[in-house]
T-cell receptor, first 117, second 117 residues
Framework: DSGVTQTPKHLITATGQRVTLRCSPRSGDLSVYWYQQSLDQGLQFLIQYYNGEERAKGNILERFSAQQFPDLHSELNLSSLELGDSALYFC????????????????FGPGTRLTVL | AQSVTQLDSHVSVSEGTPVLLRCNYSSSYSPSLFWYVQHPNKGLQLLLKYTSAATLVKGINGFEAEFKKSETSFHLTKPSAHMSDAAEYFCVVSDRGYGGATNKLIFGTGTLLAVQP
């Protein structure tokens, strides 16, 4: 158990709908990362938040957005869903990315499997 | 830009024989490298990480990896495979971004390890 929790575990919805995925980081971790795992794209970085602020953006669609709340949990919002958005969405957390030093380890949650019908 | 290439998409070994999963990296600075494992329908678990302290890195479950700068490689090995090692393995490099403000992970395409009895 990594200490990172994600809800829900599974989500089935229809095209055009909107869903919210939730992530609670490990106790004490300030950074939250979102990744998408799909059959055709593999594992891709979507977005990172650090202590409530957006820190880095990857291949995240404009239909997707995220935020990190004062209690450090994060939500990933996916709207106008398409069939191709079906994937496993992972959240990871780390203490914080310290400038100029070695990389903090990221610990991954169990993922949310999204199926768009 | 940071990237990793996993040279084999599938590797099959017999139980009790050595495991070798190959990974080459590309990095514009001294990289931070990781191996993660994903068991079927499970999340991502960190096996080991390299952050320039020692070139031979020992991880969990008997795995180790050697960082070879001259060959830009970070191959994962285990002396004796166990049935429980059957899983997908990802070689990962950290991308610190501009000014080291982030450490988003760039994943390889994965190697599926099968262990035959």
């Amino acid at each position: 158990d990594s200490g990172v929790t994600q809800t829900p575990k599974h989500l089935i919805t229809a095209t055009g709908q909107r869903v919210t995925l939730r992530c609670s980081p490990r106790s004490g971790d300030l950074s939250v990362y979102w990744y998408q795992q799909s059959l055709d794209q593999g594992l891709q970085f979507l977005i990172q938040y650090y202590n409530g602020e957006e820190r880095a953006k990857g291949n995240i669609l404009e239909r997707f957005s995220a935020q990190q709340f004062p209690d450090l949990h994060s939500e990933l919002n996916l709207s106008s869903l398409e069939l191709g958005d079906s994937a496993l969405y992972f959240c990871a957390s780390s203490v914080h990315p310290r400038r100029g030093t070695s990389t903090d380890t990221q610990y991954f949650g169990p993922g949310t499997r999204l199926t768009v019908l | 830009a940071q990237s990793v290439t996993q040279l084999d998409s599938h590797v099959s070994v017999s139980e009790g024989t050595p495991v070798l999963l190959r990974c080459n990296y590309s990095s514009s600075y001294s990289p931070s490298l990781f191996w993660y494992v994903q068991h079927p329908n499970k999340g991502l678990q960190l096996l080991l990480k390299y952050t320039s302290a020692a070139t031979l890195v020992k991880g969990i479950n008997g795995f180790e990896a050697e960082f070879k700068k001259s060959e830009t490689s970070f191959h994962l090995t285990k002396p004796s495979a166990h049935m429980s090692d059957a899983a997908e393995y990802f070689c990962v490099v950290s991308d610190r971004g501009y000014g080291g403000a982030t450490n988003k992970l760039i994943f390889g395409t994965g190697t599926l390890l099968a262990v035959q009895p």
